[in-house]
């Protein structure tokens, strides 16, 4: 067996660091509307407490309407120091909006603009799994919903 070296050609061994892969690639298509912050703004009073619908562990949920009548949930995420790239971000996006499943809300659209990321979803219509379960918490004078027995 022969073994050549070359000066200047790299010698690459099994603990050699690889690109990473993620970062070469661009994020696959998204299927769902880009919204614009500014009609987000308006169609929720700047975010307001009116349009405060639910609170959660990773950010404020509102409600708007659109100029088509459609009633859309907002997802508005909470910054923090160690956000997502934009591409990351966007790559989970597009994995979301081809979700399609009939106990999965339909993701109808996102908007990243600056450090602000919305995501929005179908309104349902008949509350939420929580909404339904006893204890329900997030926004001030919420009635839970009634107990559900084992047969429902």
């Keep these: 067996m022969i073994l050549s070296f070359c000066p200047g050609t790299p010698i690459l061994s099994k603990y050699s660091a690889a690109p990473k892969i993620e970062s070469l690639m661009a994020p696959p298509p998204i299927e769902v509307l880009a919204l614009l912050l500014l009609e987000l703004t308006e169609k929720t009073d700047n975010f307001g407490p009116k349009s405060l619908v639910g609170e959660g562990s990773y950010g404020r949920v509102y409600l708007?309407?659109?100029?088509?009548?459609?009633?859309?949930?907002?997802?508005?995420?909470?910054?923090?120091?160690?956000?997502?790239?934009?591409?990351?971000?966007?790559?989970?996006?597009?994995?979301?909006?081809?979700?399609?499943?009939?106990?999965?809300?339909?993701?109808?659209?996102?908007?990243?603009?600056?450090?602000?990321?919305?995501?929005?979803?179908?309104?349902?219509?008949?509350?939420?799994?929580?909404?339904?379960?006893?204890?329900?918490?997030?926004?001030?004078?919420?009635?839970?919903?009634?107990?559900?027995?084992?047969?429902q």
């Design 64 to 151: 708007a309407e659109l100029d088509n009548g459609k009633q859309l949930v907002l997802k508005k995420l909470d910054s923090t120091s160690e956000q997502d790239t934009d591409t990351e971000f966007l790559t989970q996006v597009a994995l979301v909006s081809r979700l399609k499943h009939e106990n999965l809300l339909q993701m109808l659209g996102y908007c990243v603009e600056g450090n602000i990321r919305l995501l929005g979803f179908e309104f349902a219509t008949m509350g939420s799994l929580h909404d339904i379960l006893p204890g329900r918490k997030g926004v001030q004078e919420a009635q839970a919903g009634p107990p559900l027995d084992w047969m």
